[in-house]
């Protein structure tokens, strides 16, 4: 199955999903747009994943918005990678030596 994700970074703190989806609208089909958030402040971490509807888009919006100036700040736009499993390094995430 071929990725249809972006990862969107270095994003302006003031920049919306309604922003990001306009601005990645320009270069294909935006199926979704998800602006990650602090779950206790509600503030942008000042990243984002748009999926486009497939993989021809991914690479225009790749090549054309890479770089790209929004809000005062250069985005970095690549594909984005699955989420890798993160080891479970148990209790408090350190280990004691005794």
Same mark, same amino acid.
């Given at each position: ?16 999903? /309604? ?17 990650? @958030? /602090? ?8 990243? #984002?994943?748009? +999926?486009?509807? /497939? ?5 225009? #919006? ?6 790209? /100036?929004?809000?005062?700040? @250069?985005?970095?736009?690549?594909? #984005?990678? #699955?989420?890798?499993?993160? +080891? ?11």
């Amino acid at each position: 199955m071929e990725n249809t994700k972006l990862y969107v970074g270095n994003l302006s703190y003031s920049v919306s999903e /309604d922003k990001l989806r306009e601005v990645f609208s320009q270069h294909g089909n935006v199926k979704s747009v998800s602006l990650i @958030t /602090d779950r206790d402040t509600g503030r942008s971490k000042g990243f #984002a994943f748009v +999926e486009m509807s /497939d993989q021809s888009e991914v690479r225009e #919006a790749i090549k054309s918005l890479n770089s790209k /100036d929004i809000e005062g700040r @250069t985005i970095k736009v690549n594909e #984005a990678h #699955a989420k890798k499993d993160r +080891e479970s390094r148990g209790g408090q995430g350190y280990s004691r030596r005794y």
